[in-house]
């Protein structure tokens, strides 16, 4: 997954050790062609060139003084998602191959997560000891080794559980099955972190004295979220945006277009199934007759509320399993677009892409329909370990068998 980032500020190598923290800065790498090239260690001294989960301290000790985590934001079989939207950052543990321990990892990373978000839910002095900052870095695309800054986290969020926050999940890799974890922090709302708070840090001070952000003193204090919030300005999604730009993406969305391609409906059933995992609050869903559906190919509720005194909101949703090369026009939101009726919203999924003037009418008329795209599929399937073709195939003839 790759995140959208700004390009300026550039800070270069020479200027690392003494530089603050920018949201979505970028800092260069050096050009000796080594592993010395490296920026984050010589932007947290001692974090260590390599690995995605680098502690300053040890985690054995539980005396970790912050925690640079790295992600390439490309890797399909750990696919770490930032949601900008939401602040809501998705990160894969350091156990990702098979043979040991989920905490076995060289250098604790997931001893690292337990105890952090254990402790995060434990007292102010818990938070305060045991759960370090987090610092987060994502390469920068196309610039060797250099990387940009993309935010303070806190483990957890402000509308998450538990079981949300930290899971450990089974991965299997050539027939061999092991655990690692899945992780959700919050990007909090501090734009700037300090070179100074950094090297109190590193000398063993409080995380909430020196020039801590207030954001963090908040969360340590009390618990309370801020998360940094960055709504999306671009509306009008370009054919690129809407389709895989790696083969195993492309290949995915074939795979679900060719399983399909001989039962007409068939793509309908799958088509909820995805927006269920787009959207988990979606209750009962019920998938109109072919002969009669008049264009609307199924009719759902989501849910509101609280579990005791829940409301409901009708949507209706269609589906199109379209050739990439095929995309979704006026026509067919148009159909959808006048079965709508007051308080419902729509939902169209398709394996392929929409035209600009569709999303153009949507927007500027104010209809209520999400668009899923065929990136949007790709992507959702990854996040719920469905990341190769073989795997995808496999959900696809256990869940929507040929008829």
Known sequence: ?????????????????????????????????????????????????????????SPAKRAVRLAALYTTGTEVDWPDHLDPETGIFTYYGDNRKPGQDLHGTSRGGNIL??????????????RLKY???????????NMGRAVRFRGLLAPGGPSLTPDDELAAIWRTTSGERFQNYRARFTVLDHDRISRAWIEHLLEGGS???????PAWASWVN????????????????????????DREGQAILEAIHGHFQSQEHGF??????IWRLIAPRTGACDITR??????????????????????????????????????????????????????????????????KQ????????????????????????????????????????????AQ
Request: hydrophobic fraction near 40%; include cysteine.
């Open 268 to 273: 309908e059933a799958c088509a909820v199934a």
């Open 207 to 213: 995380p909430i004295e020196g020039d801590c952000p």
């Open 1 to 57: 997954m790759t995140f959208t980032v700004s390009a300026e500020p550039h800070v270069p190598f020479e200027a690392l050790a003494g530089a603050d923290l920018v949201v979505d800065a970028v800092y260069a790498s050096g050009i000796k062609g080594h592993k010395g090239d490296e920026p984050i260690a010589r932007l947290i001294k001692g974090v260590g060139n390599q690995g995605g989960i680098r502690p300053a301290g």
């Open 358 to 401: 569709v999303q153009e009418e949507i927007h500027d008329d104010g209809h209520p329909i999400a668009l899923v795209c065929g990136k949007d599929i790709v992507d959702i399937l990854r996040q719920h370990g469905h990341t190769t073709v073989g795997a995808v195939q496999h959900w696809l003839r256990q869940n929507f068998p």
């Open 290 to 355: 072919p002969s009669r559906d008049g264009g609307r190919d199924a009719v759902g509720q989501y849910i509101l509320g609280p579990p005791a005194a829940t409301i409901t909101i009708d949507f209706a949703l269609e589906a199109k399993c379209y050739a990439v090369s095929n995309s979704v026009g006026v026509r067919e939101v148009s159909r959808l677009i006048s079965r709508l009726r007051h308080r419902n919203f729509g939902v169209l999924v398709t394996t392929s892409y929409f035209h």
């Open 113 to 126: 997560l337990r105890d952090a978000f254990a402790a995060s839910h434990g007292t102010e002095e818990d």
């Open 222 to 245: 009390g618990r309370a979220y801020m998360p940094l919030l960055a709504p999306a300005t671009t509306l009008i999604r370009p054919k690129a945006d809407q389709l895989p730009d």
């Open 131 to 141: 759960v370090p900052p987090f610092l987060l870095f994502q390469r920068a695309a």
